[in-house]
């Protein structure tokens, strides 16, 4: 599992941090009930990243090693499974060590992401850690706690085999385009699926929610990406018929450019709305410093990044806003384009996590995955139950609970009523033609959503995207005419 940087990849790894309990995202789908040797002998693969992911791979190995579970062997031909990782620790500012004093303490962040595949290349397993409070030695902390759950997860998995799919006979080439929030997932399937089935050639875009459904409908790509649930009125005038099914989940983050404050900011919908109507101007604004009395917010302007395209995560943004704020409700709304009251606008999810990191003072909105891979701190946001969440696997799995286990699932997942619920949660959804004209076309995408929704779903948390519940991908499947068992 590779974190790929759009732009930039980050650094390095280690404010260390208090991991939430999470729930374990082991997918239901297997190609045969037969039982499988169960995992024994592991293989740590040289880890990816720049500084700070040699220091995590021996935390990986150390860690292991007092597990006990599995007998970690030399070389990956004697494995039974092969983790490979990506972790980095970078600086992410600095904050006095008490109050009012003038010592600077250096804060350090970053993330640990794991795959476990097996010896034919299939992935098992996968998740991604970042921080969230202060320990004594964060890749020793992270570390411990993602090899926690990756043993749970693997004795309840054993080595089954994952589901083949029946491939379109001869070479097939399969555009797509849209949604930027899940183009890191995508990109990361692509190359996934391709290599299991190397006579598909896949592109994929990533131009934004709003120009992928153009395209769609124009008829320039096979399918197209989207993070706006499109209602029936709305797919019933467009010319083309397709499917919208829901493929993962994702959290979008306020991500700012503040040394000095430090990691996580709280902030509240309110004070967002303000924010991004031009009312909160300054980030020692007396609403700021009443809600993050420990860090220090300098009196300087605040620079509002937005998106200038039509995109799904302004749309889920949005939502959030209006759901939360009737000022912001009665005055800009929700859509995938909206009138921005201020701010400067960037292209795509990568184009505003790059104005934000090149910009001192500044704050975006942008999905979870980009502000780890360019550096950002991004602050808890106030959910409905009142408490102050941090974006992650954990707190997407609650956003999740949310969504009705059957029927229409296009219920907002904005502003869930779950205590640990983070409060700026999404599906995302792939678009695709009820008929093509070309049969080979249609079978391959057939058999592209078929593993996404199967085999694909072990790749996601592995990139900070949650799986869907297994209920929802049972269901998303007989939505869309494929089956898990093909």
Known sequence: MRLRTINSLPSCLALASAFAVIALCIF???????????????????????????????????????NGAFQLVDNA????????????????GYVASRPHSAARETVYNGYLSLEVKNKSGQT?????????????????????????????????????????????????TLTGAGSTFAAPLYQEWIESFETQHPQVRTTYQAVGSEEGIEL????????????????????????????????????????????????????????LAAIYLGKITRWNDPALR????????????????????????????????????????????????????????????????????????????????????????????????GNFVQANLATLSEAARAAPKSGDIRTPLVNSPASGAYPIATFTWILLPRSAADPQKSAALQDFLRWMLTSGQKECSGLGYLPLPREIAAQELRRAGASANP
């Open 290 to 385: 009443a809600i993050n009395r420990w860090a220090t917010l300098p009196d300087e302007p605040i620079v509002v990044v937005h998106r200038s395209d039509g995109s799904g995560t302004t749309f889920t943004f949005t939502q959030f806003l209006s759901a939360t704020t009737p000022e912001w409700k009665s005055a800009v709304g929700t859509g995938m384009r909206v009138n921005w009251p201020i701010g400067l606008a960037a292209q795509g999810n990568d184009g505003v996590a790059a104005k934000v990191a090149d910009t001192p003072g500044a704050i975006g909105y942008i999905e979870l995955t980009y502000a780890i891979r360019h550096e950002l701190n991004y602050g808890l946001v106030k959910n409905a139950a």
């Open 77 to 92: 031909s004697d494995a039974d499974a092969i983790v490979n990782g990506t972790g980095e620790i970078w600086v992410e």
């Open 124 to 172: 098992l397993w996968s998740y991604l850690v970042t921080p969230g409070r202060m320990y004594s030695n964060l890749a020793q902390e992270m570390a411990g706690h993602i090899v926690r759950l990756m043993t749970a997860a693997l004795a309840q998995s054993g080595a089954h085999p994952v589901p083949s799919s029946a491939a379109a006979a001869g070479a097939v």
């Open 28 to 66: 239901p789908f297997r190609a045969s009930s037969q039982t499988s040797a169960p995992i024994r002998k592991i293989f740590v693969d040289t880890f990816q990243g720049r500084l700070g992911s040699g220091q995590l791979r021996e935390a990986v190995i150390a860690s292991l090693r007092r």
């Open 216 to 271: 769609l409908k124009s008829g320039k790509v096979d399918f197209a990406a989207s993070d706006v649930p499109l209602s029936d009125s709305q797919m019933d005038a467009m010319q083309l018929k397709f499917d919208n099914i829901a493929t993962a989940l994702g959290g979008i983050v306020p991500a700012y450019n503040l040394p000095d404050a430090g990691p996580d900011l709280r902030f509240t919908p309110e004070i």
